[in-house]
């Protein structure tokens, strides 16, 4: 099954605007954690949300976590064109004894207009 | 010193060549990783290192190869690789699995 899954794939805002992003899983988790990629690079940590926290905030980002909806969002606030990225939630799972799993969704395509 | 390098970063490479990727990091993290990630797909796993020691393979095919020579450093060894294999490599590091990881620049590879 697809664990992570964001929602848009794709938006598109105006600098200064706020931009969400939905994250929706399928299994329990131990956290969720929050990345951004520019286009062909290597992806940059933005926040890890453990599965007893609801909310976490670090400069313009607040990510929220719904363990009973299996949701998370990710808000940005006041946008700027550096915003413009990829961005992937992944879930940490449980996956058994000794075992470690991170999954990536697929992604949102946040396009920021100067 | 937070960053993870990876050399090199571009690679082609024939289809019975044997090349190794390299990834290294001086942040005394103790969880490493390798990753490969298509054009506009997210990353997948492919191998974990906690404490020098391999802790989980992906089922990824026996053409990849890793290696962990010490804490600071992983290889990722190639042999006859598919032209499907192309993709972008990347490295990864943590504290300990389980906490945020620290993403290389990656190796773009192309199996020709």
């Known amino acids: 099954s697809q664990q992570g899954e964001e929602d848009p794939q794709a938006l598109s805002i105006q600098e200064g605007e706020n931009a969400t992003m939905n994250c929706s899983y399928k299994?329990?988790?131990?956290?969720l954690q929050w990345y951004r990629q520019n286009s062909g690079r290597g992806l940059v940590h933005l926040i890890l949300i453990r599965s007893n926290e609801r909310e976490k905030h670090s400069g313009r980002l607040r990510v929220t976590l719904d363990t009973s909806k299996k949701s998370s969002s990710l808000l940005i606030t006041a946008s700027r064109a550096a915003d413009t990225a990829s961005y992937f939630c992944?879930?940490?799972?449980?996956?058994?004894?000794?075992?470690?799993?991170?999954?990536f969704g697929k992604g949102t395509k946040l396009s920021v207009i100067p | 010193d937070t960053e993870v390098t990876q050399t090199p970063k571009h690679l082609v490479m024939g289809m019975t060549n044997k090349k190794s990727l390299k990834c290294e990091q001086h942040m005394g993290h103790r969880a490493m990783y390798w990753y490969k990630q298509k054009a506009k797909k997210p990353p997948e796993l492919m191998f974990v290192y906690s404490y020098e020691k391999l802790s989980i393979n992906e089922s990824v095919p026996s053409r990849f190869s890793p290696e962990c020579p010490n804490s600071s450093l992983l290889n990722l060894h190639l042999h006859a690789l598919q032209p499907e294999d192309s993709a972008l490599y990347l490295c990864a590091s943590s504290q300990t699995v389980r906490n945020l990881q620290y993403f290389g620049p990656g190796t773009r590879l192309t199996v020709t």
């Open positions: 299994t329990s988790i131990n956290n």
């Open positions: 992944a879930t940490d799972a449980n996956s058994g004894a000794g075992s470690y799993q991170l999954t």
